[in-house]
């Protein structure tokens, strides 16, 4: 029979694994933010086209990007030629 201490202790071993896992799907953001902002300064600007082949990444995940880089200022858009230009501000 289960005792109090083990459920404590079962509970506590979840905790674990849930801030681990999230440890490690925050990590793998910030690898992905970064390779996408590297990609855009040694081009001096790229589109989503660029950044979805380069990054090899899907269109959800670059655009998800792209947009929290925006939020934060240290991108931004420029219309050129028809095409949306992504370029560090």
Same mark, same amino acid.
């Given at each position: 029979?289960?005792?109090?201490?083990?459920?404590?202790?079962?509970?506590?071993?979840?905790?674990?694994?849930?801030?681990?896992?999230?440890?490690?799907?925050?990590?793998?953001? /910030?690898? %992905?933010? !970064?390779?996408?902002?590297?990609?855009?300064? !040694? /081009?001096?600007?790229? %589109?989503?086209?660029?950044? @979805?082949?380069?990054?090899?990444? !899907? %269109?959800?995940?670059? @655009? *998800?990007?792209?947009? *929290?880089?925006?939020?934060?200022?240290?991108?931004?858009?420029?219309?050129?030629?028809?095409?949306?230009?992504? /370029?560090? %501000?």
């Amino acid at each position: 029979m289960i005792q109090g201490v083990e459920y404590l202790l079962l509970f506590i071993l979840f905790v674990v694994i849930l801030i681990v896992i999230w440890r490690i799907w925050r990590r793998r953001e /910030k690898v %992905t933010e !970064s390779v996408v902002l590297a990609l855009i300064r !040694s /081009k001096n600007g790229t %589109t989503l086209d660029e950044i @979805i082949l380069g990054a090899h990444i !899907s %269109t959800d995940e670059a @655009i *998800k990007v792209l947009r *929290k880089l925006i939020a934060r200022g240290v991108i931004k858009t420029e219309d050129r030629d028809g095409k949306t230009i992504y /370029k560090v %501000t």
